[in-house]
């Protein structure tokens, strides 16, 4: 595969509520074998069941490394997103992908750590986080 025709997979991660857990979550992604590069495409929620309120900050997913948890990516899941089974993606936060190459070689571990990090103040939210990786 090449940077041109990449193998682009879908993560999805199981439904998570961002008002109401007991602390952020952690979660890593194995880049498949054979592949030393990725590119982040997209980073989102999908799936939402409960409208997103966060009361001193807003609900995130983070994409990165165990050296640096936003390396590539922080989607701030805006307020107010509430329809059911809708999604909240980098359209909605086009800032959120910080730096979309990934280098398999610089990784602890060879893992792409996501975080789910909760809201702070009177918080709301669930929904389930997803990340769309190119791998070449």
């Known amino acids: 595969m090449s940077y ?5 997979v879908c993560y999805q991660f199981a439904a998570f ?3 109401a857990a007991v602390g952020d979550l952690e979660q890593g992604i194995m880049p498949p ?14 799936n939402i069941t409960e409208t997103f309120a966060g009361g001193t ?9 165990t050296a ?8 701030n899941v ?27 070689s610089d990784l602890t ?7 789910l990090e909760e809201a702070t103040g009177s918080p709301a939210g669930q929904g389930q986080a997803f ?3 190119g791998w070449y």
């Open 109 to 115: 571990g060879s893992l792409v750590e996501v975080t």
């Open 4 to 8: 041109s025709n990449p193998t682009v």
């Open 78 to 104: 805006a307020n107010t997103v509430a329809v059911a089974g809708s999604v909240f993606n980098t359209v909605g936060d086009p800032d959120a992908i910080t730096e979309a190459d990934i280098l398999v």
């Open 68 to 75: 640096n948890g936003a390396e590539y990516a922080t989607l």
């Open 57 to 65: 900050s807003t609900a995130k997913v983070k994409v990165g490394s």
């Open 131 to 133: 990340v769309v990786i």
């Open 17 to 19: 509520d961002f008002g």
């Open 33 to 46: 074998k054979g592949f030393e590069n990725g590119r982040i495409i997209d980073v989102g929620v999908m």
